[in-house]
């Protein structure tokens, strides 16, 4: 029996318009409209079925945590129309599939990555949006950029004219109890704030999403444990797995 008679089509359908609908009521609890928040699927481990039956219901956002998983699916996903974003680590040896496959790397937090990025970039004559990856949680396992660290980095960024810097991604402090989580999307709010009286956002050609956002930038941040917490933070882009694909299977 093929992979594809296994995925259960409806139940992920359901369970997208109930985020959909949760995301836009928390979107309007924060004084914005349902279309300010944009619902990515965060697609780690799921069958190219599953990501097509999430696309075809509307939800053509993707996130991908690996590169190899991007290579994989790719063909499968090609003839559905879909936006894919990277949202793991991104090692050099893996810059030119990764760059093949995605319009927007979420999780730039390395200069020397970035700068291989610009180099193959100039190499293909192609740019890519970017958002800065910032660790607001301060939790030692977690990538990204300290907070403190985030108008140096986007500075020696600058430099680098094909990367077009988008938003800030970060990933909420893992715990069960929403008052500890919060500050972390707080903090993230605060560094965008902190990058656009330095001058960022806005610039870099074409225009990003019109939803608001201060200085274009986007917030990358809420999962499915607390995406409601993190819009009613200003969360303009939320990222959802287990919500809408059900649990992984536990490495
Ligand atoms: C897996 C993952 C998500 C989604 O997690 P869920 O809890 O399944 O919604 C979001 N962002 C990143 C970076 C992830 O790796």
Redesign the pocket.
């Known amino acids: 029996m093929s992979e594809a008679a296994a995925i259960d089509t409806a139940g992920i359908c359901d369970r997208l318009d109930d985020v959909a609908r949760r995301a836009g009521n928390a979107a309007e609890r924060s004084g914005r409209r349902p279309g300010d928040v944009r619902v990515m699927l ?1 697609t ?1 481990t799921q069958p190219a079925e599953a990501i097509i039956a999430a696309v075809q219901h509307g939800f053509a956002l993707i ?1 991908e ?1 690996r590169v190899q998983e991007l290579v994989a699916k790719a063909a499968d996903l090609e003839p559905y129309s879909h936006e894919a974003h990277l ?2 680590p991104l090692q050099s040896n893996k810059v030119n599939h990764a760059l093949r496959h995605v319009s927007c790397i ?2 730039i937090d390395r200069l020397d990555i970035a700068e291989k990025i610009q180099r193959r970039l100039d190499v293909i004559d192609q740019t890519v949006d970017y958002y800065i990856q910032v660790n607001t949680s301060g939790e030692e396992s977690k990538f990204g950029i300290d907070p403190a660290q985030a108008i140096e980095f986007a500075r020696s960024l600058a430099p680098l004219d094909r990367l077009r810097l988008r938003g800030l ?1 970060t ?1 909420g402090l893992n715990s069960p109890d929403p008052d500890a989580v919060r500050p972390s999307y707080q903090g993230l709010v605060d560094v965008r704030s902190a990058l656009v009286d330095a001058g960022f956002g806005d610039g870099g050609g074409s225009a990003a999403t019109d939803n608001g956002a201060a200085g274009g930038l986007e917030l990358s941040m809420g ?3 607390d ?1 409601e917490l993190a819009i009613e933070e200003g969360a303009t882009l939320v ?7 059900g649990a ?1 299977p536990q490495p």
């Open positions: 965060a780690k996130g945590n949202i793991g979420q999780s991604m990933i999962m499915s444990a995406f990222r959802v797995g287990s919500s809408v694909f992984r």
